[in-house]
């Protein structure tokens, strides 16, 4: 018996089918979670002390968090449905 055929048998046998998506699950719960206290900390900065370029930088940032989040979000759900 070959070595990929023995790895497909344990695999059956483990039900262990859905292993690499699970994976990818947490994975992406945990950079979720990273973008989102990123998030925070940014609407916590106050915006009077900043100068007109920092404030554009930090709003097209948090702009990139929120599509990034928001992208996320549904790929997290498209997972969630396949498993």
Do not use: D, H
């Amino acid at each position: 018996m070959s070595i990929k055929k023995f790895i497909k048998q344990v695999k059956r046998i483990l039900l262990l089918n859905n292993f690499e998506q699970k994976g990818k699950k947490k994975s992406l719960k945990i950079l979720l979670e990273k973008l989102e206290a990123r998030k925070r900390v940014l609407r916590k900065i106050p915006r009077k002390a900043l100068t007109i370029k920092e404030r554009k930088a930090l709003k097209e940032e948090e702009e990139i968090l929120s599509l990034q989040i928001k992208k996320g979000k549904k790929i997290l759900k498209e997972l969630q449905s396949i498993i």
